[in-house]
């Protein structure tokens, strides 16, 4: 069994003030609560980081001038003191038993790096579904996340030591989750997945920078295949 996992949040946020407050109530709403609350602000112009001061005084709050989500998570990662970090986006939220179940998954297996868990999309407040080419796996997972990412940051829980051979790529976006899963499988470091534990996902709903994000994820397609030219990854699962 593992030591006993003291669970580090990370949040990367730019502009959210408008989500913010969802993702931290589902973080403090937790069955088992987290170690420490890391919200990692990339530049906001709005009132992103007052909303924080005033509601959660008790979130630490850093500043990343470098400009991307990867730059954020990575100096979140580095500054936290937990064993383990949890990644969630500013815009999704955790069910209330995430981080209990994924403890307890986590400590049925010694050879555990990483757990993530199944989601939920969400588009304009409606469920969205998902194609069967979405199923999310444990284990060797290598050849199943050639086609597809299939680990949202926001459902991942991994060991902090993961993150002294694997970090994000900081100038990669979008596609830097897919990125960062094909070399953290490179370095065989074991997945767990839970598949009963529900993240809400929520999706882009204005036309304008959806399109915009995906004209993104064919540049980043091309560099990331140059990347790990053995590995021929696909971002389909964004294109909904």
Known sequence: MHKKARVS????????STTITRA??????????????????????????????????????LHEKKPGVS???????????GNWVALLD??????????????RVINS?????LCHTNEIWIRNGVRVNQMKKHQKYGGDVFENCLDICRISPSSALIKKEVFETVQFHDTLWPGEDAEFDIRLIKNGFKILYAPDVIVWHHRRSRPIPFLRQMFNYGKTRAQVTRMHPDSSVSYTHLTL
């Open 9 to 16: 949040v990370v949040i990367p946020t730019f502009n959210r």
């Open 24 to 61: 931290l109530n589902s973080v403090f709403q937790q069955s088992v609560p987290a170690y420490e609350i890391i919200v990692v602000d990339n530049g906001s112009d709005d009132d992103t980081v007052e909303v924080i001061n005033s509601e959660y005084p008790s979130v630490k709050i």
């Open 71 to 81: 730059a954020a998570r990575n100096l979140g990662i580095k500054a936290s003191t």
């Open 109 to 113: 297996s010694q050879e555990a790096w």
């Open 90 to 103: 500013s815009d999704d939220e955790w069910m209330p038993n995430k981080l209990e179940q994924q403890k």
